[in-house]
């Protein structure tokens, strides 16, 4: 049997438990994500979720322990200038490492979850 991927529909990351005020303060102030309702069966458990280019981006809550390669990666427009922004906010960037035909860096939110972004090249 194939499956038949269709898209992408959520990403899940993960804050700390009781830090769902400065996870929006990141997420909906510095990026302007907007926060979109979740399902009343899921409303008592900790987090919350966003809308991001038409995808949903869940922020989760849990215990964290170390650093992981999770990470989920937006294609974007003017990167260059979204680069500027997020440095200017004081905001952890690094450098990935190059692919041909694609610019792309990775930032940090606040409890070291990674967000990579792209731009193709033509």
């Known amino acids: 049997m194939k499956i038949n991927f269709k898209k992408i529909n959520h990403v899940q990351i993960c804050i700390p438990i009781g830090e769902e005020d400065k996870g929006r303060e990141f997420y909906c102030d510095i990026l302007g994500l907007k926060e979109i309702k979740r399902p009343e069966s899921l409303s008592h458990m900790g987090g919350f979720w966003l809308e991001m280019a038409n995808i949903h981006l869940h922020i989760g809550t849990e215990n964290l322990k ?34 041909s035909g694609i610019i792309r860096f990775s930032f940090y939110d606040l409890w070291d979850n990674r967000i990579e972004l792209i731009e193709k090249v033509f």
């Open 66 to 99: 170390g650093k992981s390669k999770r990470h989920p990666a937006y294609e974007v427009e003017n990167i260059s200038e979204v680069k500027s922004y997020l440095i200017n906010k004081g905001v952890k960037v690094t450098e990935d490492v190059e692919i």
